[in-house]
């Protein structure tokens, strides 16, 4: 037994009745970790004070034992329960009951924690603005009990409902990174954007461009994802004729970067892929070669000169899969000997925000000379997986300041290029 343990026994026998000694041993068992004997006083304190905010936050700490126990039995619940009950309007007790329900993975459990993150969202009160507690609850903050709702929504089967509470969370500047990060991963495993079509430029989004191009008016719909064409031909001002190398070309046209460029705008160039049944299909419908082959292992050097391209080519798109292979295909690129007026890298960061692969190809363009204009461009608002990027010698001046945004922040595409981002 330990010195603080001999005299908070001595005080506590002196009145075993008495509710601070009581919520003395029960907080000293709790901080060394004798969890068992920490409930046990935990609930004499509670039953032997008037006080309610005592009364709570002794039936919240009984909880967090239990919890670091191991143990979520109906008792638990019933814990929580009655401290909700005590105090409605303090968040602290819903958040545990919400993480002890969807901890049990029940389909009513789930249910219950929904109901439950629910009328706590809609009653409770921050906790700056109610009376301290005698201790920390670890109670992390509204943000939590709003993502455990919608967690919850998922497997209550409110799909529709899940994802646009994600979404919603996902843009918010008040939610951390680290939740952020758990969001994004949900929104990928939900499916969230898999239902989505492209996005196309229309005419009608003329008079919104941010940079209105020679030849725009020209332009009835394009072809990429994500608007890398527009992208291209507002870098390059319209230019007819140009020329570029194309990796990860995918399909002939459906989310295709150089379709429009070749067809309306009469650039020439190789594109290259993995996929046969898309080479073939480039092949049948596209003027300019798409080749069959690992781009890992193309030799740029002595292939480009074949293809009579320039040593000043007009683009450069990288977008393999996983993004290891972008960066790899990067490294073979012969910039000592080429150089490209905009190029167009994925990264695919959404995916796996602890990689470096982002954070490596920026580093290394930027060690060629290369200058970004737009970063963590996506196709919606979560998805960032492209970095855009031109060599400051190859185009405009004006047009580059006009185009310029680098900032934190994920960029849907379509909303870059209309100009609805500053």
């Known amino acids: 037994m330990t010195n603080i343990l001999k005299e908070l026994t001595i005080e506590y026998l002196k009145d075993v009745d008495d509710v601070e000694s009581n919520w003395n041993i029960a907080?000293?068992?709790?901080?060394?970790?004798?969890?068992?004997?920490?409930?046990?006083?935990?609930?004499?304190?509670?039953?032997?004070?008037?006080?309610k905010l005592l009364q709570y936050e002794c039936m919240v700490r009984s909880s967090m034992c239990f919890a670091k126990q191991g143990i979520r039995k109906f008792s638990v619940k019933g814990m929580l329960q009655h401290a909700v009950s005590l105090l409605p309007e303090r968040p602290e007790a819903y958040y545990h009951l919400v993480m002890i329900l969807n901890n049990e993975h029940g389909d009513g459990s789930w249910f219950?924690?929904?109901t439950y993150g629910s009328i706590a969202l809609q009653i409770t009160k921050p906790v700056e603005d109610l009376p301290a507690t005698r201790t920390s609850l670890d109670y992390p903050g509204r943000f939590v009990l709003e993502f455990e709702r919608a967690h919850a929504a998922w497997h209550c089967g409110m799909c529709e409902e899940s994802r646009d509470l994600h979404r919603e969370m996902y843009k918010r500047d008040d939610v951390p990174v680290w939740l952020k990060t758990i969001i994004k991963n949900n929104l990928v495993s939900m499916n969230a954007f898999q239902t989505e079509k492209i996005e196309p430029y229309k005419m009608i989004d003329h008079s919104n461009m941010r940079h209105k191009f020679p030849g725009l008016d020209l332009i009835k719909q394009n072809y990429s994802e994500s608007f890398q064409d527009m992208f291209v031909l507002a870098m390059t001002n319209g230019k007819r004729n140009g020329t570029y190398v194309e990796i990860g070309a995918g399909q002939s046209h459906y989310g295709n970067n150089t379709a429009l460029l070749e067809e309306k705008f009469g650039w020439t160039g190789i594109s290259f892929d993995l996929n046969e049944e898309f080479v073939n299909q480039h092949n049948q419908k596209r003027k300019n070669m798409c080749l069959r082959r690992d781009a890992t292992n193309v030799d740029y050097t002595k292939l480009l000169p074949t293809m009579q391209l320039p040593t000043d080519i007009d683009y450069l798109q990288i977008d393999c899969d996983p993004p290891e292979i972008s960066f790899k295909v990067l490294l073979t690129i012969p910039f000592e000997t080429y150089r490209f007026a905009v190029v167009t890298f994925e990264h695919d960061h959404y995916t796996d925000p602890d990689n470096s692969i982002r954070e490596k190809s920026r580093r290394y363009l930027e060690s060629h000379g290369y200058q970004m204009v737009v970063n963590n461009i996506a196709p919606d608002d979560v998805r960032e997986y492209e970095d855009w990027w031109v060599h400051p010698e190859l185009v405009d001046k004006k047009v580059l300041t006009k185009m310029t945004l680098v900032n934190d922040n994920v960029k849907k595409a379509?909303?870059?290029?209309l100009g609805k981002l500053s």
Do not use: C, N, P
């Open 414 to 417: 379509k909303d870059y290029m």
């Open 27 to 51: 907080l000293h068992y709790h901080e060394i970790g004798q969890y068992a004997s920490a409930i046990g006083f935990y609930v004499r304190a509670a039953e032997r004070t008037s006080d």
């Open 112 to 114: 219950d924690s929904y």
